[in-house]
């Protein structure tokens, strides 16, 4: 409490504490979840059934919290029609 009087104080070992606070941080960096960029690759000419297993894959991504990048593999000419 600031507004005490006298003024609520502790004396401690300030080397111990700054070890604790690092501790700490280092902790809360532990749990923090890195996003990732998960990569979904498909041809132009895709069967429906195995464009519905990598959306259903995609969507997954998503709802995990990673990133997802789509990337169309064209052969040949396939890029002229």
Do not use: W
């Amino acid at each position: 409490s600031p507004n005490q009087r006298p003024p609520v104080c502790k004396i401690l070992d300030y080397g111990k504490f700054k070890y604790i606070s690092q501790k700490k941080a280092s902790e809360a960096r532990k749990k923090q979840k890195t996003v990732d960029v998960k990569e979904v690759k498909m041809r132009p000419n895709i069967d429906t059934h195995d464009y519905e297993v990598k959306m259903r894959n995609a969507r997954r991504f998503v709802e995990d919290g990673d990133k997802v990048k789509v990337t169309m593999r064209f052969r040949g000419r396939e890029m002229a029609h």
